[in-house]
């Protein structure tokens, strides 16, 4: 069944209004959250301010000029076209798990769509990559799954990499948790065929120390492990936001 451009343009029109409306809602949410915390003392009130306070602006936001940002929904992006136009020597990606709850925890307000593991197991990574590494980020109840996906893409596990998060007043800044508060993260390392030719090990330390910044953005310290590690590669990172463009990587996601 074909779609007339008038019909796509009023499509395209209503889903626009619907992300607005559904972004609206999301600050208002976050704002109350804040103001219930801030009532009930909850420990963590004044980081996220900091937090929000880091955020940058994206409305004046410029690309670096040597990146290569694709905006597009990765579920139907044509990843063939993009594999025989380049092999990757790193992938990168921190995909939108589903958390166990649909309901966030206790202070933490979802900024984006989540995605159900048989979306993300669904992506052709294995077209992309012949040899080189792949990095993931997980969160704490999606490690078995991670370990999974790797396994699927044709990856062993050799490694991983802990973002300790801090304050501007470089103490620990911890956030909520179900039996813990996690004041970290943790980036999965995976490898696949032969290393590559330009490969330099141990150049950097597997625990990262960074403030912690806006909503889902990681620490720029990563990107520089990673083209160290493997300098002059070709670079991809999946999920990517503005925040995350860098120069001489390709970056695709849905929110650029």
């Not at 909850?42 to 690309?63: C, I, L, Q, R």
């Not at 940002?69 to 025989?84: G, H, T, Y």
Request: charged share 25%; with cysteine.
């Amino acid at each position: 069944m074909e779609v007339d451009s008038d019909s796509e343009k009023t499509l395209q029109e209503t889903l626009r209004e619907r992300e607005l409306d559904i972004r609206a809602r999301i600050l208002l949410l976050e704002k109350e959250i804040a103001e219930l915390e801030k009532k009930c003392g909850v420990e963590g009130s004044s980081a996220d301010a900091t937090t929000k306070a880091s955020e940058v602006d994206m409305s004046e936001f410029k690309a670096p000029e040597w990146s290569v940002p694709i905006r597009a929904n990765v579920m139907n992006f044509d990843w063939e076209k993009l594999a025989s136009a380049c092999q990757f020597d790193v992938i990168l990606m921190d995909p939108p798990w589903q958390l166990a709850s649909q309901a966030p925890t206790r202070g933490v307000a979802i900024a984006y769509q989540q995605l159900p593991d048989v979306c993300i197991e669904s992506l052709p990574i294995q077209l992309l990559q012949t040899s080189g590494f792949i990095f993931i980020w997980v969160i704490n109840n999606k490690y078995i799954k991670a370990f999974q996906l790797m396994k699927q893409w044709g990856y062993t596990y050799v490694d991983d990499i802990a973002w300790v998060k801090q304050t501007v007043n470089r103490r620990m800044a911890k956030g909520h948790g179900y039996y813990l508060q996690h004041a970290k993260e943790t980036c999965l390392v995976g490898k696949k065929g032969a290393d590559p030719p330009n490969l330099r090990k141990s150049v950097a330390s597997d625990v990262i120390f960074s403030e912690r910044r806006g909503q889902s953005q990681k620490p720029e310290e990563l990107y520089e492990i990673i083209e160290e590690l493997i300098p002059g590669g070709n670079y991809l990172e999946i999920f990517g936001r503005k925040n995350n463009l860098r120069d001489y990587w390709v970056t695709v996601g849905n929110e650029l």
